[in-house]
């Protein structure tokens, strides 16, 4: 590790961090808001339905029973906020370097999908706020520059800031909420949004549940923080269970009275109608609220997906910084700025590989959110649904091998692993089976697409096979 590393890493302060304040980091980086207003309405839409209500709870469920492994394991392993780390303990540097690339493709596609969130629904804000139309392009290909500049020069949002921003993200919806349940909806309420029915075929059903999973995507993260936390054996558990249940609750209760204000029977209709399908909650926000609500509610979603593409850039660097320094990607790619002490090369190959993607389907005319977001975005869920698949195995090996660590407890080290692999590969499955359903891609466009990872994969794994001791260099160093 460099000088540069140690300076950084010196600024950790250990037994700092309770269950609470973790609890609270992990889930502004999920941005609840993004997913309520950005992923619902999509996922209704692509997934012909309202499934997605009781998709949310089984998915809350999945990643529960996939939180007791990984916690489990997360004691043992150093630098276990990187999933790759995880797979390289337990089955080997091959899987891990295919690992690795996997996880860069899929933060990759993750940050530069989001961009396909973020144009329209500033473009539409700036419009009605102030008059100034402009093409979502450039707020999309403006907000990956000034990502780029706060990360070359190592610029980071206060993390005061961002829980107040998720405070309010929360606020706003609770309050709709509350105003749904109090004024009512016509016919009445029922179980109708609970209901798995009404799906028209079984693919459908199953990339509803990917949909759900993606929105879980970030809530891993809470291992991240087990150097500063007090107590990490009791407080990493408590606060990764408490933010699977918390998000979880906020995306099921919340949905459920979003499907009912619009109608469990028209919803589909009426989302179909719309030019731009993230508008669909703030016309119910409109609708129950008033434009006071909704205007705190469009302007809190344009934070709320800023701090995501920020979130998720940083995250993209710092992979591009490690892989480049232990020679998984090219070592030039392994230097930290001489000043900043950031990793500004991998911040300029991710911002000059955004702005490349936006700009291509800028050209060709291409709807930002059926289009970048929904294919771009959905890679990256099916890289991480592939990688918790591969921790879950990894995680039964591991206790296979080391007996001793965690003896008495196959409940933890075998039985929960399991039951979440199997989840995840038939989540994995809906996903890409269905995934001209799940992104609106067909042909051979739905192939190519998804075949992504499986390049990543082989790429990762060749570069691991020739050069042995790489990965396992790798896992050592924080990300």
Known sequence: ?????????????????????????????????????????????????????????????????FSVGYVTMSRYVPNSGAFYTMITRGLGPTLGGAAALVALLGY?????????????????????????????????????????FLAYRRVDFSAKVLALLVLAEFAVVFVLDILIVHQGVPGGFSLAPLSLSGMPSGAALGVTFVFAFGCYIGIEATTIYSAEAHNPRVTIPRATYASVLLIGGFYSLSAIWIVEAAGTATIVDQLKQLQDPVQFVFNISDQFGGRILSDMMRVLFVTSVFACLLAFHNHVA???????????????????????????????????????????????????????????????????????????????????????????????TKLMPALAAIGFALVGYFGVSGFDILTGASGPLAIALPSLILVAAVIGAIRAKTRPGLVVALSTDPV
């Open 1 to 65: 590790m460099s000088d540069s590393q140690k300076v950084t890493d010196n600024g950790l302060r250990t037994g700092t961090l309770g269950a609470a304040a973790i609890t609270l980091m992990v889930i502004s980086a999920v941005a609840p808001l993004t997913n309520m207003a950005g992923i619902l309405p999509v996922a209704i839409l692509f997934g012909n339905g309202t499934a997605i209500v009781p998709a949310f709870i089984l998915m809350m469920l999945l990643v529960l029973v």
């Open 108 to 148: 990759n596609c993750m940050q530069i999908g989001m961009s396909g969130m973020f144009g329209p629904v500033t473009a539409d804000l700036i419009k009605t706020s102030v008059g100034i139309d402009l093409p979502w392009w450039v707020y999309s290909l403006g907000a990956s520059l000034i990502i780029g």
């Open 318 to 412: 710092r992979y591009f910084y490690f892989l480049g320094k232990e020679g998984m990607m090219p070592h030039w790619l392994g230097k930290t700025h001489p000043s900043y002490q950031s990793p500004y090369r991998g911040t300029i190959l991710q911002t000059v590989i955004a702005m490349a993607v936006i700009g291509t389907f800028a050209a060709f005319g291409m709807d930002p959110l059926l289009t970048l977001f929904a294919w771009i975005a959905n890679i990256a869920v099916i890289c991480v649904i592939t990688l918790m698949l591969l921790v879950c195995i990894a995680v039964i090996v591991f206790f296979v091998q080391n007996p001793e660590l965690e003896p008495g407890q196959p409940i933890k």
